[in-house]
């Protein structure tokens, strides 16, 4: 690994005085990638195709998409069924990247982002993206429409075909997003260098873009009305990384200089929405109405919640689906009265059709379910309709199988069908997935078992229990990427046991809410109980067992092995070991309060009782530690605290600090290294006494 040689933060002064080089503490042994199990699975994962955005034409005849070619994601255009796909871009595959597809109302032009004409370093990786419509009728090379110098993404079309909208970070150093690696604390702090997203607009044919909405409010999410007079939006002043969990919702005219109203503010509404946060608000088609979801939510871009409805002059929301017990995570109109949502239930993805009246509750009809990840690559679970919205397209994967274009009729009778073969000579690594259902506590709780590669019924095997992140999420399954994940443990001979225990999305906001103020007690134990109901029925060796996760995860890793000795090895990322010494250090801050009910300053107590560093003397579990450097979510000094108390008390332990990484690793090197010392550690700790 290569060290950090520019750019020494305060960070880096602590890597120093730990007696850190590069990426390794002072004790950590060197990545095991030279066993040949463990070389072979990672090198397998990298060996997937992966499909970053999918587009639907309105007159439902033919598909975009942007697929990883040479390394680098590159568009294709395609018959609706899959066949005739041809590239539309005369760039040498490999050379620039192409992302973010999608159709004009017209079904002829197609709108995408590209860096193959940039020559400056872009705000994520590569070079500087720019806004391109292709004539997908002739062979004419695609317009460039832009010269932007910051970070954009949510290309989104007005329905008249003759505007761009899009949300723009002017002069950006980095992705919009907390989960990008933080900027070096330097100078003022939350004064200097404030970088804001707005909304912006650009015309079809070209032109300088629009600045539609002010610097004084970050922008997180946007829609145009039906007729491209307005936008609603929500956001929050900045910093934008910490104020979503406080944004409300606006609308204004779309136009640089509108006024914005204020739409919803769940700070001061009543009933269930009162002090919860909002995604994806939408326009109903006559205007009148605004639609979004509305709840806990943990992490921003992981939406999950009701569905609200409220007039879009303003008013008082109104909940459509309350007491539902399933998890909204997407939405779209599809008529006066009519949505396509996508939502979580009971671990899986399902695709449903809600009847909205004037007033009262939604009703709902399912229109598909499946065992599987779906999205077509713009917010978590949505979905590219056409015109009509009797068809979606969409990227899906599953344990059982990697991602491909999917397209499913919406008359509720037809299976979603995959049109690609991009990985279809991809096959597990690893065994079946099972989904595992169990009663604790009052709540019915589920979670998915992956079996051991090669899996025989008459051996004892170990078993890792893998923690979600969020924790307002789910485990859903998907084909693993080259990350951290299950389906390496699994491939190398572990049942990898992973949860949805109260707190997560798929079974209505009150599950979500069940671990309010309870960080670590009930959570925990419903993922014992779930270790319990699996060890009655499969060959586990309840000597073997593993804890991991990542983010929440980490911290009931870390958590976790305070409160039992049941685990014998473990490995915490990017975790949280000090509740009230955290809240002063991240940059996130926002989200605590509606969770915890009080900041650290008016309730020390309820922090101080999900502290796993409080109960360090309990420790014996041999943990590994992995963090990003400048990760703003759960910032690396939380990692430095635990990994120091576990070395006071002896226990076996070893910390790893990536340079230059965040919260979601960004280099391909870091997160092979990450799965690589996992697997390796694991292995150490875990294996068949002969």
Same mark, same amino acid.
């Given at each position: 690994m290569k060290s950090l040689s520019t750019g020494r933060t305060l960070m880096s002064v602590a890597l120093a005085l730990a007696g850190i080089?590069?990426?390794?503490?002072?004790?950590?042994?060197?990545a095991k990638a030279a066993d040949?199990?463990?070389?072979?699975?990672?090198?397998?994962?990298?060996?997937?195709r992966s499909i970053d955005s999918v587009s639907l034409s309105p007159d439902g005849r033919k598909l975009a998409w942007?697929?990883?070619?040479?390394?680098?994601?590159?568009?294709?255009?395609?018959d609706v069924d899959g066949r005739n796909a041809h590239r539309i871009t005369t760039s040498a595959p490999g050379t620039c990247r192409e992302s973010s597809a999608l159709w004009a109302p017209d079904s002829r032009h197609l709108a995408f982002l590209s860096d193959c004409g940039g020559a400056a370093p872009g705000a994520d990786e590569g070079h500087q993206n720019d806004i391109y419509v292709a004539d997908t009728s002739g062979h004419d090379a695609p317009a460039r429409l832009s010269h932007l110098t910051g970070y954009v993404q949510a290309l989104s079309w007005t329905s008249d075909g003759h505007t761009l909208g899009f949300l723009y970070v002017p002069g950006a150093t980095r992705r919009a997003a907390a989960t990008a690696a933080a900027k070096p604390q330097l100078g003022e702090v939350g004064v200097d260098g404030m970088e804001v997203q707005r909304v912006a607009a650009i015309d079809a044919a070209g032109g300088e873009p629009r600045l539609l909405t002010d610097e004084a409010q970050h922008v997180y999410e946007f829609s145009f009305s039906p007729d491209g007079a307005r936008i609603a939006?929500?956001?929050?002043?900045?910093?934008?990384?910490?104020?979503w969990w406080v944004a409300k919702l606006y609308a204004q005219d779309a136009r640089p200089g509108a006024s914005a109203a204020v739409i919803v503010d769940p700070a001061t509404v009543q009933g269930s929405l009162r002090g919860l946060q909002m995604a994806v608000p939408r326009f109903s088609p006559d205007g009148q109405r605004i639609a979004f979801i509305g709840g806990l939510m943990s992490d921003q871009g992981a939406t999950g919640g009701d569905i609200y409805t409220v007039a879009a002059s303003g008013g008082e929301p109104v909940n459509v689906t309350p007491g539902t017990k399933v998890t909204p995570s997407w939405l779209a109109w599809a008529g006066a009265d009519r949505?396509?949502? &996508?939502?979580?239930?009971?671990?899986?993805?399902?695709?449903?059709?809600?009847?909205?009246?004037?007033?009262?509750?939604?009703? &709902?009809k399912s229109l598909f379910q499946m065992p599987a990840s779906i999205g077509d690559g713009r917010l978590a679970m949505s979905l590219s309709l056409d015109g009509t919205a009797t068809h979606a397209a969409f990227v899906s994967s599953s344990y059982a199988h990697a991602p491909e274009v999917t397209v499913a009729s919406l008359d509720g009778r037809s299976k979603p069908a995959s049109v690609t073969g991009f990985n279809a000579a991809l096959s597990p690594s690893w065994g079946k997935a099972e989904s595992i259902t169990w009663t604790h506590e009052g709540h019915d709780v589920q979670g998915w078992l992956l079996y051991p590669a090669n899996y025989d019924p008459k051996q004892r095997y170990g078993m890792i229990v893998s923690v979600h992140g969020g924790p307002a999420s789910a485990v859903i399954p998907r084909w693993p990427g080259s990350g951290y994940g299950a389906g390496p443990l699994a491939a190398l001979g572990y049942f990898v046991f992973m949860p949805n225990p109260r707190g997560s999305y798929g079974q209505g906001e009150a599950f979500v809410g069940a671990n309010r103020r309870d960080f670590g007690y009930g959570d925990l134990r419903d993922v014992l109980a779930g270790v319990d109901t699996i060890?009655?029925?499969?060959?586990?060796?309840?000597?073997?067992?593993?804890?991991?996760?990542?983010?929440?995860?980490?911290?009931?890793?870390?958590?976790?092995v305070t409160q039992t000795q049941r685990f014998r090895a473990a490995v915490a990322g990017a975790g949280i070991s000090n509740w009230q010494s955290y809240y002063g250090q991240n940059l996130i801050d926002q989200w605590m309060t509606p969770y915890f009910g009080a900041s650290v300053y008016d309730d020390p107590a309820v922090y101080a009782k999900s502290s796993a560093i409080n109960f360090i003397k309990q420790v014996?579990?041999?943990t590994l530690i992995v963090v990003g450097e400048r990760d703003a979510e759960t910032p690396a000094p939380q990692s430095f605290e635990f990994w120091h108390a576990l070395k006071a008390q002896g226990v076996p332990t070893s910390l790893v600090v990536y340079p230059g990484e965040g919260h979601g690793f960004a280099k391909d090197e870091n997160r092979r290294d990450v799965l690589s010392r996992a697997l390796g550690w694991f292995d150490r700790y875990l294996k068949a006494t002969p």
């Open positions: 080089t590069g990426v390794h503490a002072a004790d950590a042994p060197a040949p199990r463990i070389e072979a699975i990672v090198s397998s994962l990298e060996k997937v942007t697929v990883k070619t040479k390394g680098k994601s590159a568009i294709e255009v395609a939006y929500v956001a929050a002043p900045p910093p934008g990384d910490n104020n949505l396509i949502v &996508s939502e979580v239930v009971g671990g899986e993805s399902r695709v449903s059709a809600y009847q909205v009246p004037a007033s009262g509750a939604a009703t &709902s060890e009655k029925t499969h060959p586990v060796d309840d000597k073997r067992l593993g804890l991991t996760g990542w983010s929440y995860g980490g911290f009931m890793t870390m958590f976790g014996k579990t041999p």
